[in-house]
Nanobody, 134 residues
Framework: QVQLAESGGGSVQAGGSLRLSCLASGFASENYCMAWFRQAPGKEREGVAAMSGYGGFKTLNGKTTYAEAVKGRFTISRDNARNTLYLDLTNLQPDDTAMYYC?????????????????????WGPGTQVTVSS
């Protein structure tokens, strides 16, 4: 059974940092496009970052995509041995306050398409809350 479990959220002051983790089970996440999303109260879920999996096209392996709002502040990465996806959040701002979720590509694609639409991803975990105070 495919499952994703996020952790690492917390409450920090503006300018602070956090590392979010997403432990995958029931499948080898390294073979799939994976992504992070967030949803603030009263707002739609939005894509934050995506990372391609690993296959035969070396130039595409591990390629990353970021939302404009987080470029230069957030970093997506993987530890394939641990079957875990990470999101490092730095220089956090109050607008980053949200529930953060990880997900894998709905179509089973190894390489991400470059988009961050929640409709293209699934197997959502319960999420982890990030709260940033000013």
């Amino acid at each position: 059974q495919v499952q994703l479990a996020e952790s690492g959220g917390g409450s920090v002051q503006a300018g602070g940092s956090l590392r979010l983790s997403c432990l995958a089970s029931g499948f080898a996440s390294e073979n799939y496009c994976m992504a992070w999303f967030r949803q603030a109260p009263g707002k739609e879920r939005e894509g934050v970052a995506a990372m391609s999996g690993y296959g035969g096209f070396k130039t595409l392996n591990g390629k990353t995509t970021y939302a404009e709002a987080v470029k230069g502040r957030f970093t997506i990465s993987r530890d394939n041995a641990r079957n875990t996806l990470y999101l490092d959040l730095t220089n956090l701002q109050p607008d980053d306050t949200a529930m953060y979720y990880c997900a894998h590509d709905n179509g089973g694609r190894t390489y991400c398409t470059g988009g961050l639409s929640p409709r293209d991803f699934g197997s959502w975990g319960p999420g982890t809350q990030v709260t940033v105070s000013s």
